[in-house]
């Protein structure tokens, strides 16, 4: 079973684009990115769900660097966005760590699946614009070698188009949500 | 995001207009022949051939702002008047009321049923009128043509679109709040019960399958809503059983139009970077606008069908009040276009936007777009 916990406040409400949530752990400290429309918002955060730092990025296709607490952009690659009449959304793919640095990557979705694998738990994390976030148990079977599937809690975020879910840690514990239209990063922990 | 979201927007922000112009004209005991005419000259306005020929390009949403302007005009295109604190309530309901629609459409597909809706509404207001009626009809042939062949993923990007161009507008209405599909916060209700969309499983099965395809286990699960198996497919004829009620009337004399307007959102990050970033597409919209002029004929308010003013609210008391505590952060900013008194110089007015098309100007423009816009104000 889990639990609401403390929300994080964000500047920008989320858009309504697939995946639109990227977690990364590092060390004690959260680091989340969310689309809001023209512009992506990097937020740093503590246990217990503390905002810290919250910046504002360009929604450009590309890769950036930034400080670990996301205040300076230390490197920005764009990527070549190609045909520009063909104007796709962004999202933020990805957030990584490297050293002192963390990575953000915003690309144009190739898929409209919402869910977020954690592979020590065997837990996977879907979410739907029916309002859900459901977590459930990959196997495989002993006996027959097969993969089943097991539906482990079912969650409802009331009146809300959800558009983001990732685990925060690696034992799937906890994970946070975004939904359109939704000025704050919903956060929920096992009790 | 997707170039063909325009014709649904304007469509549908159209058709929610003429429910609300419909049940003010009857609420305020405007004569019927007056108020018939005006709903005739509006809509025969908004299915002008050239303006739909125009809207259904392929192309980028336009700007709040221009969009606004739009419907200012269309509202004006008879013998009507609105006073900018009416017409901003106006806009206020048509926008909160097809955000609803497009949010609870089951499948993206559906927004395309709601249009429908709206357009089968349009055709009763015009029944006496057989130009009009081909209009709308041939314009219902043009969705088809242009709709009926898109895939599940592509009405996704229209309908994300769409939810872009309406993400913090978080306007209260009267009308939703009673009938609690709208919450005190403002935020619309989502329901977990009720009809699956069409073509979709009631959730609460998970099916194993083996390497060959074949169903090996099923095991069921509490999913947590209350919903049940979709009935029947609504139709995308050009007539027949639409299904879904989205689009469709929910105004009568008996349910008056109100807004409440403390619900605004807070968050002005987003209005601030729509008015400073510099609009690339300005020069398109005030092409648009400049054929929607030139279609209009300006209706003398002293000639035989005399000029009177419709009133959003109960009082005219009310209406000076909205206009003075309007909260900033709703302020829609309209394109000044003065209304033009005579033919003659709309033709000027489409002359102008004409030259400017030509590309050899002598001196440094930074923006198109930006100089029409400046020159726009200055008439």
Known sequence: MFRRERSIPLRGSAAALCNNLSVLQQRNLTHFGVVHGPSAQLLSAAPEGVPLAQRQLHAKEGAGMYESDGSVMVYWHALDSGDASLVQAVFARGIAASGHFICVELLTPDTSHRHCHEPAQGQLLSAAEDTFVHIWKLSRSPESGYIEVEHCHGACVPDTQVCGARFCDPSGSSFAVTGYDLAEILRFSSM | ?379
């Not at chain 2, 629609?101 to 395309?112: A, F, G």
């Not at chain 2, 130009?131 to 599940?152: C, K, P």
């Not at chain 2, 993400?167 to 977990?192: A, E, W, Y």
């Not at chain 2, 300005?282 to 003013?309: V, Y």
Request: glycine share 6%.
């Open chain 2, 1 to 379: 995001m997707s170039v063909r979201t325009l014709p649904l927007l304007f469509l549908n922000l159209g058709g929610e207009m003429l429910y609300i112009l419909d049940q003010r004209l009857r609420a305020q005991n405007i004569p019927g022949d007056k108020a018939r005419k005006v709903l005739n000259d509006i809509i025969s306005t908004m299915f002008n051939r050239k303006f739909m020929e125009e809207l259904f390009k392929p192309q980028e949403l336009y700007s709040k702002k221009a969009l606004r302007t739009v419907y200012d005009r269309l509202a004006h295109a008879s013998i009507m008047r609105l006073n900018q604190a009416s017409m901003d309530k106006l806009y206020d309901l048509m926008t909160m009321a097809f955000k609803y629609q497009v949010l609870l459409c089951p499948r993206p597909r559906d927004v395309l049923l709601v249009t429908f809706n709206h357009l089968d509404a349009i055709k009763g207001f015009i029944q006496d009128s057989p130009t009009i009626l081909h209009q709308v009809d041939e314009t219902f042939r043009q969705l088809t043509e242009t709709y009926g062949g898109l895939s599940a993923g592509e009405f996704q990007m229209i309908r994300q679109t769409l939810l872009s161009f309406f993400q913090d507008l978080h306007i209260r209405v009267s009308i939703f709040l009673k009938d609690r599909v709208q919450n005190s916060n403002g935020r619309f209700v989502l329901p977990v019960s009720g009809p699956v969309p069409w073509g979709t499983e009631v959730p609460g099965l998970i099916r194993m399958f083996n390497r060959k395809g074949e169903e090996v286990r099923k095991a069921e699960f509490k999913h947590g809503g209350n919903y049940v198996a979709a009935p029947k497919e609504g139709s995308f004829e050009l007539y027949g059983d639409r299904v879904l009620k989205l689009g469709t009337n929910m105004y009568s004399v008996n349910r008056p139009v109100e807004t409440h307007m403390s619900g605004a959102s807070k968050n002005l990050a987003s209005q601030t970077q729509e008015s400073i970033a510099p609009n690339p597409l300005a020069k398109e919209e005030l092409n648009l606008l400049a054929r929607l002029m030139g279609g209009m004929e300006i209706k003398k308010p002293s000639g035989p069908e005399p000029g009177f003013r419709l009133n959003l609210f109960t009082t005219d008391e009310e209406e000076e009040q909205a206009a003075l505590t309007r909260p900033e952060e709703l302020s829609y900013e309209v394109i000044n276009i003065q209304a033009t008194q005579d033919q003659q110089r709309n033709e000027e007015l489409a002359q102008i936007m004409g030259e400017f098309e030509v590309m050899d100007q002598p001196r440094r423009i930074t923006s198109k777009g930006d100089d029409l816009l400046a020159m726009m104000d200055e008439l």
